[in-house]
């Protein structure tokens, strides 16, 4: 699937198809919403990118690509938004810790999400963070496809 990569915004809707993606998927998944859902998408989609927990999300290639992050991603992995979306995901984890997280990913393939994930990741600048209670499921299409993963999480520690 060929993801928009712009930063959410008033013209684009906040992006309100990706984060459709995410908020529903995670829905389907967990029986539970990330967000309450006022019956305006274009609203969730806007209180979704400024929410005060981390959220993001990569597509299915073969080495993933991030194509979101909100606000509170970006300012914790200090990068932009043209940053984020442009990195593959095996690069927010430090390169001894990127076999564990495909062991992760892995799981969350074959069982659709896990919950209580923990662990490590990097900054922009090299500043190193430990994620806990993180979610992590799969994006399902309109097809019932797999066609991206994505994380929320609230809770972080500086190492």
Same mark, same amino acid.
């Given at each position: 699937?060929?993801? %928009?990569?712009?930063?959410?915004?008033?013209?684009?809707? *906040?992006?309100?198809?990706?984060?459709?993606?995410?908020?529903?998927?995670?829905?389907?998944?967990?029986?539970?919403?990330? !967000?309450?859902?006022?019956?305006?998408?274009?609203?969730?989609?806007?209180?979704?990118?400024?929410?005060? *927990?981390?959220? !993001?999300?990569?597509?299915?290639? &073969? #080495?993933?690509? /991030?194509?979101?992050?909100?606000?509170?991603?970006?300012?914790? /992995?200090?990068?932009?938004?043209?940053?984020?979306?442009?990195?593959?995901?095996?690069?927010?984890?430090? &390169?001894?810790?990127? +076999?564990?997280?495909?062991? !992760?990913?892995?799981?969350?393939?074959?069982?659709?999400?896990? +919950? #209580?994930?923990?662990?490590?990741?990097?900054?922009?600048?090299?500043?190193?963070?430990?994620?806990?209670?993180?979610?992590?499921?799969?994006?399902?299409? %309109?097809?019932?496809?797999?066609?991206?993963?994505?994380?929320? *999480?609230?809770?972080?520690?500086?190492?």
């Amino acid at each position: 699937m060929d993801f %928009d990569r712009t930063e959410p915004n008033e013209s684009n809707r *906040f992006q309100v198809e990706n984060a459709r993606l995410i908020v529903l998927s995670h829905l389907r998944l967990l029986q539970r919403e990330l !967000l309450p859902d006022t019956g305006n998408m274009v609203d969730l989609a806007r209180r979704f990118y400024q929410a005060p *927990f981390i959220v !993001l999300a990569h597509d299915t290639a &073969p #080495d993933p690509v /991030f194509f979101y992050a909100n606000q509170a991603a970006q300012q914790l /992995f200090e990068m932009s938004w043209q940053e984020m979306v442009r990195l593959p995901s095996r690069h927010s984890a430090e &390169p001894i810790l990127r +076999e564990e997280r495909e062991r !992760l990913l892995s799981c969350v393939t074959r069982q659709g999400y896990i +919950e #209580d994930y923990a662990g490590i990741r990097i900054t922009a600048t090299g500043k190193r963070f430990k994620i806990t209670n993180a979610t992590v499921w799969n994006l399902i299409g %309109d097809a019932g496809n797999t066609i991206g993963q994505a994380a929320a *999480f609230r809770e972080w520690t500086t190492l």
